[in-house]
């Protein structure tokens, strides 16, 4: 009787604390980090951003599934547009989640975590020209 308890208390937690996310990553003290609390609460079923500590929907493959923000850089002025528009793919992400003071915040997140896990490719190498010209 008593294990049972317990294992019904450890699932009420992991319900209650999102089960499957790390939570927010952001320190406390960051001006970003009302915008990674916001992005927790409203994106996480769609996107993943580690610095929120939200993983998505394990299944990408799925039209509704949100980037994987970790992956795809983005500019503040791309991250107000989506929020507004409803994304930029035919409006797959419901329009306005968040507003005002609150979309600015989120974007201001979006746009200072996203795109950490990309890897710039080489520009290409120079090489120097000793050709004189007549």
Known sequence: MRGALLLIA???VAAA???????????SDDATYQ???????????CHTLS???TEGSANRSERVQGPNLNQRPETMADVIYAIRNGGFSG?????NIVVGVDAQKVAAFVSK????????????AQTATSSSAP
Do not use: L, W
């Open 10 to 12: 450890v699932a009420a």
């Open 17 to 27: 604390t999102g089960c499957g996310t790390k939570g927010v990553q952001v320190a």
């Open 35 to 45: 915008g990674a609390q916001i992005f927790a609460q409203r994106c996480s079923g």
């Open 51 to 53: 610095a929120a500590g």
């Open 91 to 95: 409006a797959i992400m419901p329009q």
């Open 113 to 124: 975590y996203a795109g950490q896990d990309v890897s710039e490719a080489p520009a290409p």
